[in-house]
């Protein structure tokens, strides 16, 4: 038995020593997500201030000058599939919160994206209105480079960023809204 010992006493210690290497990796690589996070809200934000858009329906908005507090950019596509899939909850969605979140559709169709944006609009029953981004001209300055992505903005400041098929109706989501639109 004694000579087991110092195997065992080895094993503790480097398994001691791999877990500690572990917690570190997994802390680093956090923190630099959080830095390259705060980074594209940056950029988020200072888009945000410059954005102008003209919606399929000939309206032009300008997101610093929208009254309402929150303002919901959503990237989509017609070919992508869980785009359409949150499209129900996202018409919900702006049910719930008219005149208080505005959401806002970015199309990245590149062949014929107003006709592929009316199509959707009257498949989904969209109340919202989209802009056309064929050239990615828009997804480019946000970073966009896949679909669906939706950011949150209230008041200019990003409070939320998801790049993967939302539900919108999500408890937990419309808690952080409502928590949202009760700060002055």
């Known amino acids: 038995m004694k000579k087991y010992i110092p195997i065992l006493l080895f094993i503790m210690a480097f398994s001691g020593f791999l877990s500690t290497q572990i917690l570190w990796d997994s802390f680093h690589s956090n923190a630099e997500q959080v830095d390259q996070d705060k980074q594209k809200h940056s950029v988020y934000e200072t888009n945000f201030q410059t954005l102008k858009l003209t919606t399929t329906k000939n309206t032009t908005i300008e997101l610093k000058q929208e009254k309402e507090p ?21 018409v919900k969605f702006q049910e719930k919160y008219k005149g208080q979140v505005k959401v806002i559709g970015i199309n990245g169709d590149e062949e014929e ?19 056309q981004d064929p050239v990615s001209e828009i997804s480019n300055k946000f970073m966009i480079n896949t679909y669906p992505v939706s950011i949150l903005f209230h008041k ?26 009760k700060e002055k």
């Open 156 to 181: 200019g400041k990003v409070i939320y960023v998801n790049k993967k098929i939302h539900n919108f109706m999500d408890e937990t989501f419309l808690s952080m809204v409502d928590s949202a639109l």
């Open 70 to 90: 929150l303002i919901l950019l959503n990237f989509w596509a017609s070919w992508c599939i869980p785009c359409l899939k949150e499209f129900p909850s996202l």
């Open 113 to 131: 994206p107003a006709a592929n944006i009316k199509k959707i609009e009257g498949k989904y029953a969209l109340n919202f209105e989209s802009a």
